[in-house]
């Protein structure tokens, strides 16, 4: 009985304090990341510090910018609350594209866009240019929260560090 009376005591004392590590967790809820800057900053500041070849902005307010990105990958302006995108140009595979999803239920739609155009660039190299193909291949797609970013670069690590660092 004194045997089985300190096995339940330990088996106790291990639930209470797995739980009281669990209950004093510090990471946030997805729903509950914030970006300490707007996207156009945050895209500026890793254009800073990345080598881009060749890129061009994108502006979501311009109709027909919005209408070529929306035709190209399914983003539309509505699905955003702040946006920065950076195309790659003719014979570079560079891309920078940042948002911010209105809601938690619109992450996942801005993500496949995301990985649309991850997809599209990777087959515009395929019978191409080997290296533009290579870096293609290895571009993500990151979310944190409400907030998604598609990478495509020579240092995609460094990119993805300065978005986690913003959003916290």
Same mark, same amino acid.
């Given at each position: 009985?004194? %045997?089985?009376?300190?096995?339940?005591? #330990?088996?106790?004392?291990?639930?209470?304090?797995?739980?009281?590590?669990?209950?004093?967790? @510090?990471?946030?809820?997805?729903?509950?990341?914030?970006?300490?800057?707007?996207?156009?900053?945050?895209?500026?500041?890793?254009?800073?510090?990345?080598?881009?070849?060749?890129?061009?902005?994108?502006?979501?307010?311009?109709?027909?910018?919005?209408?070529?990105?929306?035709? @190209?990958?399914?983003?539309?302006?509505?699905?955003?609350?702040?946006?920065?995108?950076?195309?790659?140009?003719?014979?570079?595979?560079?891309?920078?594209?940042?948002?911010?999803?209105?809601?938690?239920?619109?992450?996942?739609?801005? %993500?496949?866009?995301?990985?649309? !155009?991850?997809?599209?660039?990777?087959? @515009?190299?395929? !019978?191409? #240019?080997?290296?533009?193909?290579?870096?293609?291949?290895?571009?993500?797609?990151?979310?944190?929260?409400?907030?998604?970013?598609?990478?495509?670069?020579?240092?995609?690590?460094?990119?993805?560090?300065?978005?986690?660092?913003?959003?916290?």
């Amino acid at each position: 009985m004194n %045997k089985v009376r300190k096995i339940t005591g #330990l088996a106790l004392a291990f639930v209470l304090i797995v739980a009281a590590f669990a209950g004093c967790s @510090s990471k946030p809820k997805e729903s509950e990341y914030k970006s300490d800057v707007s996207m156009s900053a945050l895209a500026e500041e890793i254009m800073g510090q990345i080598t881009f070849a060749m890129t061009m902005p994108i502006d979501m307010t311009d109709a027909d910018a919005s209408a070529y990105i929306t035709e @190209s990958t399914g983003l539309t302006g509505d699905m955003v609350s702040d946006s920065a995108i950076h195309v790659n140009m003719m014979i570079t595979a560079d891309n920078l594209w940042l948002a911010e999803a209105k809601d938690m239920d619109g992450v996942e739609a801005v %993500k496949a866009a995301f990985e649309k !155009q991850l997809e599209t660039v990777t087959k @515009s190299f395929e !019978q191409y #240019l080997p290296e533009p193909l290579e870096m293609a291949k290895n571009g993500k797609v990151v979310t944190r929260g409400r907030y998604v970013m598609l990478i495509i670069s020579e240092d995609n690590d460094k990119a993805i560090e300065l978005f986690e660092s913003h959003i916290k």
